[in-house]
């Protein structure tokens, strides 16, 4: 998205989380396997809603899913085995129906970047239909 684009909302919760790279997140050349870093933009999106007070568990007890309808990534360094990294989240409220997160991975010894990527999510009732997030979500991303 474009800094003009009218969806865009320049504020939103932000939360930092810290993982060390395990050996079976590598492959043969010890390099973090591409796929990954999915896993690990799931992890920040997950600590990011808990920080905020709204967890998954929560969000689906209430009969609400957000699944994925868009996911980017641009790898710029490889991760390597033992390196602590930070996933940076930041999550925003593109409409009443759609979150939108931001991520950043980032080794902690260097500050280097090693990768940044997007998810936008839709939300959908128990029956697969879009729906409005409770006003308390929508309040946490504005």
Known sequence: MTPT????VTSGAQ????LRVRYAETD????????NYFVWFE????DLLRASGWSYREMEAEGISLPVIDARCE??????YDD???IRTTGRLLSPVRLAFDYQVVRQADGALLAEGRTEHAALDADGR???????????FT
């Open 75 to 80: 790898y710029r360094l490889g991760a390597r």
């Open 15 to 18: 939360h930092t989380s810290r």
């Open 43 to 46: 992890v920040g999106r997950t």
């Open 5 to 8: 684009d009218p969806q865009r």
């Open 28 to 35: 043969q050349m010890g390099v973090v396997y591409y796929a």
């Open 84 to 86: 602590d990294v930070e």
């Open 130 to 140: 879009p729906c409005r997030l409770p006003a308390r979500a929508r309040s946490l």
